[in-house]
């Protein structure tokens, strides 16, 4: 009984947190649920993250954390789950990092229409990802269309496998401001 009271009494803290910043218009990427925290936005424009540590019992703990990442024109932003699922990132995703371009299955996800034209958040994120390989994203996603084999060959040539690809982008790397995509730049 008592666990039960624990738990509920967590829960009601953090849904009482949120619809309090919700209230007052703030999102701090500390206070936000971890379930939500990756590809948030917090009320200062930079970007939140998910990042894990071991505790003192060796096993892992999630906390949402602020970036030092800006984002240019838009802040105070969750994500909508309709844009998570439309260009396949993931909500559990820790830190930053542009792996997930060399992937074929991602970036045809990215790329389609229903992520391009209509998720700018994502879009903004890793067109500035792909920037810090030396890619830039509308170029990219045009060949995926048309020759998705060849999009990968010249990613992978462009030196992006030539870094660490484990290893997140630092945020000093990331060019922050990425141009407005439209419709008619896709």
């Given at each position: 009984m ?13 849904a ?7 209230a007052?218009g703030?999102?701090?990427c500390?206070?936000l ?7 948030s ?21 999630y ?7 800006i984002?240019?024109?838009i802040?105070?932003?969750i994500?909508?789950?309709?844009c998570?699922?439309?260009?396949g ?5 820790v830190?930053i990092?542009?792996?997930s371009l060399l ?6 996800k ?5 992520c391009y ?6 879009v903004d ?9 030396g890619?830039?994203?509308?170029d990219?996603c045009?060949?995926q269309?048309?020759?998705p ?8 040539s462009?030196?992006?496998?030539a ?5 997140p ?6 060019i922050?401001?990425a141009?407005?995509?439209?419709p008619?730049?896709?």
């Amino acid at each position: 009984m008592a666990l039960s009271m624990k738990h509920s009494s967590i829960v009601l803290f953090f849904a009482s947190t949120l619809f309090l910043q919700v209230a007052l218009g703030e999102i701090t990427c500390e206070n936000l649920p971890i379930n939500i925290c990756s590809f948030s936005i917090s009320s200062s424009g930079k970007r939140c993250l998910l990042e894990n540590s071991a505790n003192e019992d060796g096993k892992l703990e999630y906390q949402c954390k602020t970036s030092e990442v800006i984002v240019a024109n838009i802040a105070e932003y969750i994500e909508t789950d309709e844009c998570i699922n439309s260009c396949g990132v993931d909500r559990n995703s820790v830190g930053i990092s542009s792996d997930s371009l060399l992937e074929p299955q991602f970036t045809a996800k990215l790329c389609s229409p229903s992520c391009y034209r209509n998720c700018p958040n994502v879009v903004d994120l890793y067109f500035n990802l792909a920037a810090g390989e030396g890619v830039y994203l509308p170029d990219l996603c045009s060949k995926q269309r048309s020759s998705p084999h060849r999009a990968m060959i010249e990613l992978l040539s462009s030196g992006a496998a030539a870094t660490d690809a484990s290893a997140p982008i630092a945020s000093e790397d990331i060019i922050v401001g990425a141009p407005d995509i439209s419709p008619a730049s896709f």
